[in-house]
């Protein structure tokens, strides 16, 4: 299931920065970053639950945003890229 996931977190204090690199590493880990605070992630959909826990237990909701898109299974015919950065397949191979 391909999700979309996108955040805005207030760094005006250390804190906000904490949560704001904690919210990006939380996503690097199930995800591909698409754009600076953008995300496509591609996992079951026990596992999005867990990461989607995980991140609303990280952002303050009374200074930060979170948002959720859920593309679901036929995501391919949903997302139009156009411009910089190549765009990846994240079913394809992945070469380490």
């Known amino acids: 299931m391909m999700t979309l996931v996108s ?3 207030s760094t005006t204090d250390n804190k906000g ?3 704001l690199r904690k919210v990006s590493k ?3 880990n199930y995800g591909q970053r698409v754009q ?3 995300f496509e992630i591609d996992v079951d959909y026990g596992t999005f639950l867990k990461v989607k826990d995980k991140l ?6 009374k200074h930060d945003s979170l948002r959720i898109y859920y593309l679901g299974n ?3 015919h949903r997302v139009e890229h156009y411009g910089t950065k190549e765009t990846y397949d994240p079913e394809g191979v992945l070469i380490f």
Do not use: A, F, G, H
């Open 74 to 76: 036929n995501w391919k």
């Open 26 to 28: 939380e996503c690097q």
């Open 7 to 9: 955040y805005d977190v």
């Open 56 to 61: 609303l237990k990280i952002i303050d909701p």
């Open 36 to 38: 600076n605070s953008v």
């Open 17 to 19: 920065k904490t949560r």
